[in-house]
């Protein structure tokens, strides 16, 4: 495993940097000004696509895809330092196409798609010029189980009518969302892992209602964590994504990258907030003595640096591996990254905020928000006593080969 960059990583580097100094951190006050007026999407984000397209910061989660759909070439590995810059501002993915969930179903719609639904759908995600979601979770059942979800997908004729009700929808109150993929039972009956389809629904069919966009920790994103209800829902026979049942195997084709790329912005965050940590007890005083010298501060700061460091090296690891093995081979490191990131993410950005004192809880910082979001990814793509319990299953199955090898190392009683 070489994570050193190379010369091309260390150029868009260097320029992505320039770009998020130049043109997305100075427009931060003015984001969030336009969002709390309600005006989303914001007045400049479609100039900044068009600069960040032009200076070719664009898609650069994508591998090459073929020549129709040429991608940047990146692996997974190479994205990384990239998508922690990008994660500093938690907006600024969308600039450079990069942006969740559209990064997922963009890879789904390419690995599964007919020429068809490519050209109507991918091309357009690929281009930026719409958004979409992947509505998957539901209220009634623990959706970390993909296997107990409940809306039905069932076929009439030349058509599929659609009854279910999603929620924590990323991307559904966007006002350029105008693809759901949608996933439900085609056949409730079917061996466990075979019930399950997707399926493409343009926003505007008749029957998609949006409920609300959900509060998370009372924090109202603009793109939405929204609610829907689909109620008799028609679409094509032909908006089926893939074959009827093999919407499990599609979902969690999706979702290892998607976890990957979440904890790749997380550490992003986790680095600003070290940052704003480290500047803001040089500056600040308490009885007489600078934040920094008191030992605790300072435990802080040094326990984020390693904390960072042990998270990083996990995530590039398991980056390294997809590339090399697949996302299927590399499942566990996946499982380990999405329940090790959103911890450190939070105990990084919560030793920030106390460092800062009350400031830390306003909008005068970022923290705030960066701490929602990592409390919030903890969730996310999965619970983290999901991933554990995954983890654990794998480990102990891995033993059976060896079970009883350790005994040689156990002293006998009265050999001591």
């Given at each position: 495993?070489?994570?050193?960059?190379?010369?091309?990583?260390?150029?868009?580097?260097?320029?992505?940097?320039?770009?998020?100094?130049?043109?997305?951190?100075?427009?931060?006050?003015?984001?969030?000004?336009?969002?709390?007026?309600?005006?989303?999407?914001?007045?400049?984000?479609?100039?900044?696509?068009?600069?960040?397209?032009?200076?070719?910061?664009?898609?650069?989660?994508?591998?090459?895809?073929?020549?129709?759909?040429?991608?940047?070439?990146?692996?997974?590995?190479?994205?990384?330092?990239?998508?922690?810059?990008?994660?500093?501002?938690?907006?600024?993915?969308?600039?450079?196409?990069?942006?969740?969930?559209?990064?997922?179903?963009?890879?789904?719609?390419?690995?599964?798609?007919?020429?068809?639904?490519?050209?109507?759908?991918?091309?357009?995600?690929?281009?930026?010029?719409?958004?979409?979601?992947?509505?998957?979770?539901?209220?009634?059942?623990?959706?970390?189980?993909?296997?107990?979800?409940?809306?039905?997908?069932?076929?009439?004729?030349?058509?599929?009518?659609?009854?279910?009700?999603?929620?924590?929808?990323?991307?559904?109150?966007?006002?350029?969302?105008?693809?759901?993929?949608?996933?439900?039972?085609?056949?409730?009956?079917?061996?466990?892992?075979?019930?399950?389809?997707?399926?493409?629904?343009?926003?505007?069919?008749?029957?998609?209602?949006?409920?609300?966009?959900?509060?998370?920790m009372n924090h109202i994103a603009?793109?939405?964590?929204?609610?829907?209800?689909?109620?008799?829902?028609?679409?094509?026979?032909?908006?089926?994504?893939?074959?009827?049942?093999?919407?499990?195997?599609?979902?969690?084709?999706?979702?290892?990258?998607g976890r990957i790329h979440h904890?790749?912005?997380?550490?992003?965050?986790?680095?600003?907030?070290?940052?704003?940590?480290?500047?803001?007890?040089?500056?600040?005083?308490?009885?007489?003595?600078?934040?920094?010298?008191?030992?605790?501060?300072?435990?802080?700061?040094?326990?984020?640096?390693?904390?960072?460091?042990?998270?990083?090296?996990?995530?590039?690891?398991?980056?390294?591996?997809?590339?090399?093995?697949?996302?299927?081979?590399?499942?566990?490191?996946?499982?380990?990254?999405?329940?090790?990131?959103?911890?450190?993410?939070?105990?990084?950005?919560?030793?920030?905020?106390?460092?800062?004192?009350?400031?830390?809880?306003?909008?005068?910082?970022?923290?705030?928000?960066?701490?929602?979001?990592?409390?919030?990814?903890?969730?996310?793509?999965?619970?983290?006593?999901?991933?554990?319990?995954?983890?654990?299953?794998?480990?102990?199955?891995?033993?059976?080969?060896?079970?009883?090898?350790?005994?040689?190392?156990?002293?006998?009683?009265?050999?001591?």
């Open positions: 495993m070489n994570f050193a960059y190379s010369p091309r990583v260390e150029a868009l580097r260097q320029q992505l940097q320039a770009f998020m100094d130049d043109h997305i951190v100075p427009r931060i006050g003015a984001w969030h000004a336009e969002v709390a007026a309600g005006q989303y999407p914001v007045s400049f984000m479609e100039d900044l696509k068009a600069l960040a397209r032009e200076e070719g910061l664009w898609n650069l989660f994508l591998p090459s895809l073929g020549e129709d759909e040429p991608g940047t070439g990146l692996s997974n590995l190479e994205y990384a330092p990239l998508a922690e810059i990008m994660g500093r501002v938690h907006w600024a993915s969308e600039v450079f196409n990069c942006n969740a969930p559209d990064t997922g179903n963009m890879e789904l719609l390419h690995l599964f798609a007919t020429p068809e639904q490519r050209q109507r759908w991918l091309e357009p995600l690929l281009n930026g010029e719409i958004r979409s979601a992947f509505a998957m979770t539901e209220p009634d059942v623990p959706s970390s189980d993909a296997t107990n979800i409940q809306t039905l997908i069932r076929r009439d004729g030349d058509d599929y009518v659609i009854n279910g009700r999603k929620w924590f929808i990323t991307n559904a109150s966007h006002p350029n969302c105008r693809l759901l993929i949608v996933m439900g039972k085609t056949d409730p009956d079917a061996e466990t892992h075979q019930q399950q389809s997707m399926i493409l629904v343009p926003f505007d069919t008749p029957g998609v209602e949006l409920l609300r966009n959900i509060p998370v603009p793109e939405g964590h929204s609610e829907l209800l689909l109620r008799n829902v028609r679409v094509p026979a032909s908006n089926l994504l893939g074959k009827e049942g093999d919407g499990f195997m599609m979902a969690q084709a999706r979702l290892g990258p904890c790749m912005r997380s550490i992003g965050m986790a680095e600003l907030a070290l940052e704003l940590m480290v500047e803001r007890c040089q500056e600040r005083k308490a009885f007489g003595k600078y934040l920094q010298q008191y030992s605790n501060v300072a435990d802080w700061i040094a326990e984020s640096r390693i904390e960072i460091e042990q998270a990083r090296l996990l995530v590039l690891k398991t980056a390294w591996m997809i590339d090399e093995v697949g996302a299927k081979a590399a499942r566990k490191e996946i499982a380990m990254i999405k329940a090790l990131v959103p911890r450190m993410h939070t105990n990084v950005v919560d030793r920030a905020i106390q460092v800062y004192g009350a400031m830390g809880l306003t909008p005068d910082t970022p923290l705030a928000d960066m701490w929602t979001g990592g409390r919030a990814l903890r969730f996310a793509d999965g619970p983290d006593q999901v991933h554990l319990r995954s983890i654990a299953k794998m480990e102990i199955k891995a033993s059976e080969a060896s079970r009883g090898a350790t005994a040689a190392y156990l002293t006998p009683p009265g050999r001591h």
